[in-house]
């Protein structure tokens, strides 16, 4: 078994009674901490207009926590990039490689509230060929340095040059839950839980057919990466552990339906309902989850061993904190993985 490492996503949900200023140092406070447990990699959510997301604008809030860690890779997860004009996202992403000092991630996706495309001046129908098409201009500007319009379908501008080139030779970039478009563009595949033999041959014959497409964003010789994503309570006693775990799913779950309560306005009703398919899909596993993400060290200790052992992935990205999970509670959630469960299960690798 390949050494194991281990990541944090998190949205950055509000907390009642916290102010926004006192979450945001929180937040670094926890980035910092999972930095010097030695994380591999901090990544959070975009999403507006709702408390499902306190710091949208990610390059921000990763500029501020790269000035006080050393090592913790951290990135967006997602960038939905359908919301933004590639020069923007382009520039901002090599600004953010250079803070960093070369430990910058970047997850992509459409996005799925149609209302946010709306309040950015795109459109849901086209969010997919949008995407696309942005990750071509993302892809082509990497490869030659400059950053052109030439093949756009949604963009005319006159070819500019990067003037601020990124740090690393090669950024990673991630696509969360579909194999077939992980693969394609040659994406790190994020996935929810543990992933299935199918989903991951999916994507790895997936990679291999696609792998001298003009649109990539792996660097040459890599190889199919696969995360698996859980939420994590623990805590010495497992009924209390269930109990955050079940808080925080149900939290999260509450702010995630609250994003969507004004898709019907743009899209009516019948497409919105439709739009709702990812979190119905998401509900439908939530006592799965749950259940998975809660326990003693001993019994999360198994459970991650359980993963890793399949071979399929090396790198489990831990959800804390989130819904309403309390910050005290991610915190001690994180100092018995790092103390009882993160070592041994390097110790059984190694």
């Known amino acids: ?20 200023p006192a979450l945001l140092r929180d937040r670094l406070d926890l980035v910092r901490m999972a930095d010097e447990a030695g994380f591999t990699g901090y990544y959070l959510a975009e999403h507006h207009g709702s408390d499902l997301c306190m710091a949208p604008n990610q390059e921000m809030f990763i500029a501020a926590a790269s000035q006080i860690t050393r090592n913790i890779r951290m990135g967006p997860m997602v960038k ?18 250079n803070l960093t000092n070369g430990r910058m991630e970047f997850g992509v996706g459409r996005g799925v509230a149609p209302i946010e495309h709306y309040w950015f001046g795109s459109n849901w129908p086209e969010s997919t060929d949008r995407f696309e098409d942005i990750l071509g201009i993302i892809s082509r500007a990497f490869k030659t340095g400059e950053i052109s319009a030439e093949e756009s379908k949604y963009y005319d501008f006159r ?27 040659g994406l790190n595949l994020i996935w929810p839980g543990p992933i299935s033999k199918d ?4 994507y790895v014959d997936t990679w291999n057919a696609h792998r001298n497409d003009d649109v990539r964003m792996d660097a040459p010789g890599s190889a199919p990466r696969v ?23 149900n939290g999260l779950m509450r702010r995630t339906h609250a994003v969507h309560q004004w898709d019907a306005e743009v899209l009516g009703d019948d497409a919105a309902d439709a739009a709702l398919g990812p979190l119905r899909r998401i509900l439908s596993h939530i006592d799965e989850a749950i259940q998975a993400g809660a326990g003693t060290p001993e ?34 959630t994180m100092d018995l993985f790092c103390s009882d469960v993160k070592p041994d299960l390097e110790r059984i690798a190694a």
């Open 1 to 20: 078994m390949t050494t194991p490492t281990f990541g944090i996503f998190d949205h950055i949900e509000a907390i009642p009674g916290t102010s926004t």
């Open 80 to 97: 939905l990039l359908p919301l933004h004009h590639p020069v923007r996202l382009i520039e901002d992403l090599c600004i953010a490689d």
């Open 159 to 185: 070819t500019m040059p990067m003037s601020t080139m990124p740090v690393q030779s090669h950024i990673p970039f991630w696509y969360p839950g579909s194999p077939v478009t992980a693969g394609r563009f």
């Open 199 to 202: 989903a991951y041959d999916l």
């Open 227 to 249: 995360a698996c994503t859980m939420l994590l309570a623990i805590d010495e006693q497992s009924d209390r552990a269930l109990d955050i775990a079940t808080r925080g799913m």
């Open 299 to 332: 019994q999360i200790k198994e459970r991650l061993g359980g993963i890793l052992e399949s071979g399929m992935t090396d790198y489990i990205v831990l959800q804390i904190p989130t819904g309403d999970m309390t910050l005290d509670e991610a915190k001690r």
